[in-house]
């Protein structure tokens, strides 16, 4: 019975060499891990400062290596209501992955127990009886399916690690700016309904103009011809310099290049997104500062998919048809 609460997130034994990163969320999302101090009120200087049960965990994570010498840890970030790390495993196991972290799950349900065994006699109002009530039923600290996302692509591991460093500084801008980074639900443009994050005043503005670089600008280039590509580009940037919000999904190579540079100046744009948020829902590292400084709002007209990976051709077609028709009605 035990086995078969584990679904996992991809198939294979994954016995092999590669890198993993491993992400384990709190049951309800209790802060019981650590407290996020924010020193001067930046969120640069933030940190998290374990509690005894974030420390046990910590160690956990040096044990799994001891334990497994097949596996390496480079680098872990205990957040005050889950923890990532990322394992690299340098030559072929006897077991797969997921029962090496189905065993590190379990050693987790055990530091659960001795931590109850220690605080439940001194809980307070300071701890919700939800915890209490899950801490009696020796309920695991961590939902039941740790997400193991395998990393193969080259950068990948560098963002990464870049991206666990990052964390508490980023919980600190949106406990700091609750505004720009809470999933608003439903809200109304022009009888379409929206999920939005970020700035929603930009929604106000008096010009916009679509960022939606046409298959033939790219041909054209491909063939020796790069003036039409690169004046459209431009033509971009200098109307929002100007003060139009641009609009786009920002899918191609060229629109990404466009919005990099709205992002290096600070200039105010639409993103749409291709899949709804989750209510943990956090910008990518580009975008999130952005969304901190009231410079981007990210909208989706669709319901969030928490299985969706990959974005389709007719899922591009209506991005760029979304961004183009949102110009024309916000410009009214």
Same mark, same amino acid.
Request: with cysteine; charged share 20%.
């Given at each position: 019975?035990?086995? +078969? ?10 016995? %092999?060499?590669?890198? =993993? ?11 019981? &891990? ?21 420390? #046990?965990?910590?160690?956990?994570? =040096? ?11 480079? @680098? ?20 797969? $992955? ?16 001795? =931590? ?12 919700? !009886? ?10 695991? $600290? ?33 406990? &700091? ?6 999933? @608003?639900?439903?809200? +109304? $443009? ?28 790219? +041909? ?27 609009? !786009?999904?920002?899918? #191609? ?12 100046? %600070?200039?105010?744009?639409?993103? $749409? ?50 961004? +183009?028709? &949102? ?6």
């Amino acid at each position: 019975m035990e086995n +078969e609460k584990w679904h996992w997130q991809e198939p294979g034994t994954w016995k %092999g060499i590669g890198i =993993y990163h491993v992400t384990l969320v709190v049951t309800s999302r209790e802060p019981l &891990l650590g407290t996020l101090i924010i020193p001067d009120n930046d969120p640069a200087k933030a940190r998290v400062e374990r509690t005894q049960l974030g420390e #046990s965990l910590v160690n956990e994570i =040096y044990h799994l290596g001891k334990i497994h010498p097949e596996i390496r840890i480079l @680098q872990f970030c205990l957040m005050p209501d889950h923890l990532h790390f990322i394992i690299h495993v340098t030559r072929s196991m006897s077991l797969s $992955i997921r029962k090496v972290m189905q065993g590190f799950w379990q050693g987790t349900k055990r530091i659960g127990r001795a =931590y109850t065994s220690s605080i439940v006699p001194a809980f307070d109002a300071a701890y919700t !009886s939800s915890v209490v009530s899950a801490f009696h039923a020796e309920y695991p $600290i961590f939902t039941e399916m740790p997400f193991i996302r395998p990393m193969s692509h080259r950068g990948q591991l560098q963002t990464m690690i870049h991206y666990l460093q990052m964390n508490p500084q980023r919980l600190a801008t949106k406990k &700091l700016k609750p505004g720009y980074f809470c999933v @608003q639900r439903s809200v +109304e $443009i022009s009888g379409q309904n929206y999920d939005i994050v970020g700035n929603a005043a930009i929604l106000m503005a008096e010009r916009y103009m679509p960022v939606h670089v046409r298959r033939v600008m790219v +041909e054209a280039a491909e063939h020796g011809d790069d003036k039409p590509l690169r004046d459209y580009m431009n033509a971009c940037v200098l109307a929002a310099r100007k003060g139009a919000v641009m609009v !786009s999904p920002f899918i #191609s190579p060229d629109e990404r290049r466009v919005q990099a540079k709205l992002l290096e100046e %600070g200039l105010s744009f639409i993103c $749409i997104a291709d899949n709804g948020f989750g209510d943990y829902y956090k910008p990518a590292d580009g975008l999130f500062d952005a969304v901190g400084t009231g410079k981007v709002l990210i909208l989706s007209p669709w319901a969030y998919d928490p299985q969706k990976r990959n974005i389709t051709r007719a899922e591009c077609v209506a991005m760029n048809n979304l961004a +183009e028709s &949102l110009c024309v009605v916000l410009s009214k």
